[in-house]
C-alpha cells in the first residue's frame, strides 16, 4: 500500500460534510489540525484577505468587527442556533448536529463573517470526533506553543504521521524556518498598488520619471485598510469567543485525548491572556 502525504485548508475542518467524506473516501488518514488564539487567527486572515483580494472590503478589522457582531445581536436564527451548540455541553453528537444548523452554514458561506464563525474550534470539532476521529489518527496543536518551539512540535509531528524521529535535514528546517508564516505588512496593499499603477500617466519622459520617482521615494505610503483590532474590539470579541469557545476548549481537549488523539500544547487553560466571558 503506498503512503500519501498531501496538503490541506483550514476550510476542511469548518466544513459540516468533510468528515462524512473522509470517513467514506479515506478513512485511515492521519488528520493534524493546528488551533491558534482566534482574535489573533482573525486579524491574520484578515489581513490576509486584504493583500490577496482585490474585492475585499476597504471598511477596517474594527469597522467589520462592529457589522458582525451587529449583524449576530440582529440574527434570532443564528443566535438561538449558537445557544442550542452552548447548551450541548461536552455531548459530542448534539454539538456536530448543531454545526449543521442552516444558520450557522450561511455565516460560513459569507466571505467576510466566516472569519469569525470559523474560530469557533470546538462546535466545529465536533463532527470530526463524531463521524472520522479515531485512535492515534488525529492531533492537535496550539499554534502557540508551535511559534514558541517550532522544532519539539514538528518531532512530535513526524512521530505522529510516520512513527520515528526527524532526519538531521529536517531538523536543520525545523530551526532555521521563522517561527510564523507571516508577511511583511506594507503601508500600501496590493489592490491600492494596482490601482495607483492603472491611474498613473501613461507617458513620461526620463527627466519626469525620475521626478516621480524620488517624489514617490519620500512621499508617506497610502493608508490601506486597518488590520489591527484596537484593544477595545480584541477585548469586545475575545469575551464572544470565550462564551462560545475558551470557556469549554480545555474540557473538549480532553475529550480528544480521551478518545485517542495526540494533543501537543494546551498543557494549561488554552490563551490564558484571552479574558474570561462576561458573567
Known sequence: ??????????????????????????????VVMMMREPVERLESLYNHWVLQDPNWPSNSADALTDEFLAHMRSNAAADAALRKLKACGSEVLCTAAGWRDPALQALLAHPQYKLYISGLYGYALAGWRAHYFQSDRVMLIDSHTYFRNRTVVMEKVVDFLYGRSLSVVERIWAQQAPPRNAKARPGISLRQASAASKAAAPAATTAAVATAAATASTAAPAPGPSWKLSAAKRDELAKWYAEHLTDGMQEMLRGVGQ??????????????????ASK
Open 1 to 30: 500500500m503506498r503512503t500519501y502525504t498531501i496538503d490541506a485548508t483550514p476550510t476542511y475542518y469548518y466544513s459540516a460534510g468533510v468528515p462524512l467524506i473522509f470517513k467514506e473516501f479515506s478513512p485511515d488518514s492521519k
Open 259 to 276: 478518545e485517542g488523539g495526540w494533543v501537543v500544547g494546551f498543557e494549561s487553560a488554552p490563551w490564558p491572556w484571552a479574558p474570561p
